[in-house]
């Protein structure tokens, strides 16, 4: 069983900045692609950023293209989701997802799932 768990959020002010981490349970880590999502109350789940099995190639969704950096180690097990210049619009819980795909954007395509980890930022 593949286990995900999320850490790192928290409390900010617009224009802070919070480092989210992933940690995989699974040795196999480095053969999966990696997301983040999220999801503010009363919205659908939506895509944030991804990264392919051997963090060569990221993609983002657009509100958050110059602000937000997705990475991975794959000798950690770990990924990890920098977010820069936060606005109170970025308020959600994040969850870090585990896949393999090459269709990034789409949560179904995820095979595994952390908890969420909440993110509330303040003006």
């Known amino acids: 069983q593949v286990q995900l768990v999320e850490s790192g959020g928290g409390s900010a002010q617009a224009g802070d900045s919070l480092r989210l981490s992933c940690a995989v349970s699974d040795s196999t880590f480095s053969g999966y692609a990696m997301a983040w999502f999220r999801q503010a109350p009363g919205k659908e789940r939506e895509f944030v950023a991804a990264i392919t099995w051997s963090g060569g190639n990221k993609f983002y969704e657009d509100s958050v293209k110059a602000r937000f950096t997705i990475s991975r180690d794959n000798a950690k097990n770990t990924a990890y989701l920098q977010m820069n210049s936060l606005k109170p619009e970025d308020t959600a819980v994040y969850y870090c997802?585990?896949?393999?795909?090459?269709?990034?954007?789409?949560?179904?395509?995820?095979?595994?799932w952390g908890q969420g980890t909440q993110v509330t930022v303040s003006s």
């Open positions: 997802a585990a896949g393999v795909t090459n269709i990034f954007g789409d949560y179904d395509q995820y095979d595994y």
